[in-house]
């Protein structure tokens, strides 16, 4: 990314014009970019690899950059794995708020099965995920207790879905 700052432009309602800083820009390329793999496994089969083109090359005009119907929950993705590794600026935060207003209220609900390190098993917890579904090899997003967790099963029994996980190291 060459340019310093740029600015992403999201059509919903209300208009909503965001604006990333080159470093933001360069984590969120290089985040999709990791996980464009994974996203292909996924029942949504969401392709990024355009998103990824178009968010690089900036804007081709004023309007900025829109994003194509699908790709907001690529992108939200995205930014729950940054979120992971750490806290996300405020731009990207309005990013993320903006996305999760577009795609809406629903969420895919999953029981977590988090095996700790000293061998006990907590499935007092449930997480929500406003991005599609997951996968074996995704990291949770930090859960309110500050740890990370990696999904090592996915397990489905009729419309309920169990996340077994391990602690990330």
Do not use: N
Request: with cysteine; proline share 5%.
């Amino acid at each position: 990314m060459s340019a310093d700052v740029y600015t992403l432009t999201i059509f919903v309602e209300p208009y909503l014009s965001i604006t990333l800083s080159g470093r933001d820009v360069d984590r969120l390329v290089a985040k999709l970019g990791q996980i464009e793999k994974v996203l292909g496994a996924f029942p949504e089969q969401k392709d990024v690899t355009d998103a990824i083109a178009r968010i690089e090359a900036g804007p081709e005009s004023a309007r900025g950059v829109e994003f194509k119907p699908g790709e907001d929950g690529a992108i939200l993705r995205a930014l729950d794995e940054l979120r992971v590794e750490r806290p996300l600026g405020a731009a990207l935060v309005r990013l993320r708020d903006a996305l999760l207003d577009q795609v809406g209220p629903s969420a895919r609900t999953y029981q977590l099965e988090l095996h700790q390190a000293d061998g006990s098993i907590d499935r007092s917890q449930l997480f929500y995920s406003y991005s599609g579904a997951y996968a074996v090899g995704e990291r949770l997003p930090l859960l309110p207790e500050g740890d990370c967790w990696e999904v090592v099963e996915v397990r489905r029994d009729g419309d309920d879905e169990t996340l077994v996980c391990e602690p990330f190291t």
